[in-house]
């Protein structure tokens, strides 16, 4: 045994059983640089690197689930040649390909080669990366396959992520204020009354479809926007968020306000009494809100206030009684326990999952590299999933959905909504009426 998953890692695992959780990290290169021997060599190398990538989850009779290394098992790489039109199709099938190969590792590798230019496709168990770590991870094998770069270290076992967080946010040491600060979040949540439910979304459709629509900001308008949100002291996130709201209003029949829910994934890092570094690793929390969108809303005031409230929550704590709120380690994949959680989640609200990881570093040593992105499939209560990244300025918003419960044509129409959101936004100053 490695060692007994975290319950963060326990709770995204169990996230998984329910409806499979896989991410996937996405770099678009200019041509076709990356051959497949030199691939395999640097997925060996990383393999050799990160003890997480040999592993496999292991559930024990006595409730243990634990990391457990599994030898000689190399990170599967299935290299194909696409069409500019169905690309997507492989990275879709991805989100459904559960890890379920007791002697396979818990990170898959696609190469599909289009005729002028080709997509590299890391996917993840989402138990051993989030989207940091993953872009690390992403980042060191392009470096590996384009120069023959070699300059890092092999990584230990990533700490259990409850063992650096902070004693005022150890919240089973403190279970009067956790309970408060619980009771608090509730009220919060509920400030609005209850989240409205989203008629154009099937709930009871038991297949699922994931489908993968990129929505682009060239790197003028990411520019744009950066610049106008520091001038309207709203940070991207906060705009993408509002944009995301505002979009979802506009699909209903009629123009009335109506309060929607919100799930951002958060990077906890900064909140840990030590600095985990360039482990593989997840470290993500999961914030949940609510908000009115007005008949005729005010975009930035609207940013502002998403922006602000994430911040305030994250250093609350709100994050890090995510999973101290939850009995996890009575928590098996099957039983009752199991059964009373996956009815917790199936009773969420619907709404919006929106995951930020910033603008990536770019690599100036490899120009052959278009795009950086990442994609995670939205939960079953999920309209879609919204992974955002920027690179050279390039804004993209990978959105996710699940084309048996929200119909391609109405996600045409949130997609298009939203880009026609942010980039009237990335002109337009705050007039305090409706963008």
């Given amino acids: 045994m490695i060692r007994a998953l975290d319950p963060a890692e326990r709770f995204i695992w169990l996230l998984d059983c329910i409806s499979c959780a896989n991410f996937v990290t996405l770099a678009e290169l200019a041509g076709q640089p990356v051959d497949e021997e030199t691939l395999r060599r640097g997925l060996d190398r990383l393999q050799a690197n990160h003890p997480l990538l040999s592993a496999r989850v292991v559930e024990a009779d006595d409730g243990t689930v634990a990391f457990y290394r599994e030898e000689g098992a190399r990170i599967p790489l299935h290299v194909e040649e696409r069409s500019e039109n169905d690309w997507q199709a492989p990275i879709e099938a991805e989100f459904n390909a559960r890890f379920d190969d007791p002697g396979r590792p818990l990170m898959r590798c696609n190469l599909l080669n289009l005729p002028d230019?080709?997509?590299?496709?890391?996917?993840?168990?989402?138990?051993?990366?989030?989207?940091?770590?993953?872009?690390?991870?992403?980042y060191d094998l392009l470096r590996f396959c384009l120069r023959g770069t070699d300059e890092t270290t092999p990584q230990g076992v990533p700490p259990p992520l409850h063992s650096l967080f902070p004693p005022e946010f150890r919240w089973k040491d403190h279970p009067e204020k956790a309970a408060e600060l619980a009771q608090q979040m509730m009220g919060e949540l509920f400030r609005h009354g209850p989240p409205a439910e989203?008629?154009?979304?099937?709930?009871?459709?038991?297949?699922?479809?994931?489908?993968?629509?990129?929505?682009?900001?060239?790197?003028?308008q990411g520019r744009q926007l950066l610049e106008r949100c520091r001038a309207e002291g709203a940070s991207v996130h906060g705009a993408i968020c509002a944009?995301?709201?505002?979009?979802?209003?506009?699909?209903?029949?009629?123009?009335?306000?109506?309060?929607?829910?919100?799930?951002?994934?958060a990077d906890?890092?900064?909140?840990?009494?030590?600095?985990?570094?360039?482990?593989?690793?997840?470290?993500?929390?999961?914030?949940?809100?609510?908000?009115?969108?007005?008949?005729?809303?005010?975009?930035?005031?609207?940013?502002?206030?998403?922006?602000?409230?994430?911040?305030?929550?994250?250093?609350?704590?709100?994050?890090?009684?995510?999973?101290?709120?939850?009995?996890?380690?009575?928590?098996?994949?099957?039983?009752?326990?199991?059964?009373?959680?996956?009815?917790?989640?199936?009773q969420l609200p619907a709404g919006s999952n929106i995951s930020n990881v910033g603008r990536m570093p770019t690599l100036e040593d490899c120009p052959e590299v278009i795009s950086i992105?990442?994609?995670?499939?939205?939960l079953p209560r999920h309209l879609a999933s919204l992974?955002?990244?920027?690179?050279?300025?390039?804004?993209?918003?990978?959105?996710?959905?699940?084309?048996?419960k929200f119909a391609p044509e109405m996600a045409d129409l949130l997609a298009g909504n939203l880009q026609d959101l942010l980039g009237k936004a990335s002109v337009e100053r705050e007039t305090g009426a409706a963008i």
């Fill in 373 to 378: 992105s990442g994609a995670l499939c939205s």
């Fill in 243 to 265: 944009a995301q709201l505002i979009a979802t209003r506009n699909l209903f029949e009629n123009e009335d306000a109506r309060t929607l829910y919100l799930m951002c994934p």
């Fill in 117 to 138: 230019r080709s997509v590299l496709a890391l996917t993840f168990h989402h138990a051993i990366a989030d989207g940091r770590s993953a872009f690390v991870l992403l």
């Fill in 198 to 220: 989203l008629p154009f979304l099937c709930h009871e459709e038991p297949t699922r479809k994931p489908r993968l629509k990129q929505i682009r900001l060239d790197a003028a």
């Fill in 387 to 404: 992974n955002v990244s920027s690179y050279k300025d390039e804004l993209i918003i990978n959105m996710t959905f699940d084309a048996a």
């Fill in 268 to 346: 906890i890092r900064p909140y840990l009494t030590s600095d985990m570094g360039e482990q593989l690793s997840f470290c993500t929390t999961f914030l949940r809100s609510t908000y009115r969108i007005e008949s005729q809303p005010a975009f930035w005031s609207l940013a502002r206030e998403i922006g602000g409230d994430l911040k305030h929550r994250l250093q609350r704590g709100d994050g890090h009684l995510t999973y101290a709120s939850l009995p996890l380690d009575q928590i098996g994949s099957s039983g009752p326990a199991f059964d009373a959680f996956a009815a917790s989640v199936d």
